[in-house]
């Protein structure tokens, strides 16, 4: 396994084969060889199927921004990616409005929609009156002081009501953690930030136009995102795909990985799998990076894949369900996307449940009804399967401790040659196109040292 001819037997080791390990892979020039504990690669970008039935490990939608990323994926896939405009929408208080809530809020009872509206005009005259006070601050050398948690970022640009009825609910549902644990500098590109203009508008049915970072995304003509996947591996040149093999430890002071036994030398380490699960397989680690270790901080997700006979009542790919007596967040229905992820006439959907513990009888008939009412099944009998799957690592949680622990356990790899990348590696929240970027950029910066 570890013959080869590059300078001193030493090739670049890639730890693991989701979107980053693969685009990784694709852009080095150094010889490679990547490992891989499952049988096949795509890490969470894969599709799985029954019955006829496909369904992505949760909601994949492509967005891409960068050109080149545009190009390749054209030259991958010519005339096979289909560009989608999309429907997301928020179910709350028994109604579905438009995504996102802040600058959508017609549809609302009137009593909530009034809430909403005072709170953010309450906000924006509060942040006038900090604004003028932090000019006169500015003048004597003072910062203004930034919201200490993502609470306090919600309440200063959202007030007391869309805080209320949606940021607040729906975030501690998705991270599992109550808001001002969380701090809000992971934000700025994913919570769109309406101004007090296009709320009021939004709140008499004269909204603006689609907001945020996923307004249109690309989904294969068939075979779910796994086919975006697979096509991306047809570009791995140059070095060696080892499935079903798992690292057993990760010597960082003679820049060996020991897999099944057999020390394989790296001059480079790419590592896209969990953090934690790095730096476990790192014996005699620092006490201060084992201790900033034990600080990160991630949330498991439990899913499920459902089967469905009919098309849902209601058109939308995904909503999103801040209130706590639904049992789930999000819900994505991908034969809306596309048809074909279903047998004919009938629907796949993945919902995402807001309970981290197994899922009960109780909770699956809870979302069932709960579907119903969302439009995405038209009756609970119209249910053909469910299948419960779980993802360990999910969501990581941006709390106090998160800059230092990372500064610090970044800065000790890539010292010593290992550079943590993706959306785990690096330990962060991103797409699918930040994972294929970052391994264009971590073979740059790997090409550029040996050359």
């Not at 084969?17 to 970008?45: C, K, M, N, Q, Y």
């Not at 620092?286 to 034990?294: F, K, L, N, T, V």
Request: aromatic share 10%.
């Amino acid at each position: 396994m570890t013959t080869d001819a590059d300078i001193g037997g030493r090739r670049v080791v890639i730890l693991g084969g989701g979107l980053t390990g693969i685009s990784t892979a694709v852009h080095l020039r150094a010889p490679w060889v990547l490992f891989e504990r499952d049988e096949r690669l795509g890490g969470h970008a894969r599709t799985d199927g029954r019955d006829g039935y496909r369904f992505d490990k949760t909601g994949h939608w492509l967005h891409l921004r960068d050109p080149a990323v545009k190009q390749m994926v054209d030259e991958l896939l010519p005339g096979q990616m289909v560009p989608i405009a999309r429907r997301a929408r928020i179910f709350s208080h028994g109604v579905l409005t438009r995504y996102p809530f802040q600058a959508n809020l017609h549809g609302l009872p009137p009593e909530v929609i009034k809430e909403c509206l005072l709170g953010v005009i309450e906000a924006k005259v509060a942040a006038a009156a900090a604004g003028g006070a932090a000019s006169g601050a500015a003048a004597v050398g003072v910062a203004p002081e930034e919201p200490g948690n993502f609470e306090e970022y919600c309440l200063r640009h959202f007030g007391a009501g869309i805080s209320k009825h949606f940021m607040i609910p729906y975030n501690e549902k998705i991270w599992g953690v109550h808001p001002r644990e969380i701090t809000a500098a992971w934000c700025s590109r994913f919570v769109p930030l309406p101004n007090l203009e296009q709320v009021i508008a939004g709140a008499v049915g004269a909204g603006p136009p689609e907001m945020g970072y996923n307004q249109s995304f690309l989904y294969p003509k068939a075979g779910g995102i796994e086919t975006f996947t697979r096509a991306l591996q047809t570009r791995m040149v140059g070095g060696q795909v080892h499935t079903g093999s798992n690292p057993d430890v990760v010597d960082w002071r003679r820049r060996e990985v020991v897999v099944g036994g057999e020390r394989i030398p790296y001059r480079a380490l790419v590592a896209t799998i969990p953090l934690p699960e790095l730096l476990k397989r790192m014996p005699e680690l620092p006490p201060a990076i084992e201790s900033e270790a034990a600080r990160l901080r991630c949330t498991t997700l439990r899913y499920l894949n459902i089967g469905a006979r009919g098309k849902p009542r209601d058109d939308w790919h995904w909503i999103y369900v801040p209130e706590k007596r639904y049992p789930f967040y999000r819900v994505n229905v991908f034969s809306t996307a596309m048809s074909n992820m279903a047998p004919e006439g009938c629907s796949s959907i993945c919902v995402e449940m807001a309970d981290r513990g197994p899922v009960t009888e109780s909770s699956l008939r809870d979302t069932a009804a709960a579907l119903v009412a969302a439009g995405a099944l038209g009756d609970v009998g119209d249910l053909v399967f469910t299948d419960e799957k779980q993802i360990e690592y999910a969501y990581v949680v941006f709390d106090q401790h998160y800059y230092q622990a990372t500064r610090a356990i970044f800065g000790f790899l890539e010292d010593n040659g290992i550079y943590p990348r993706g959306r785990y590696g690096a330990w962060t929240y991103n797409a699918m196109e930040d994972c294929v970027l970052a391994g264009r950029e971590v073979a740059s910066l790997i090409d550029r040292a040996v050359a």
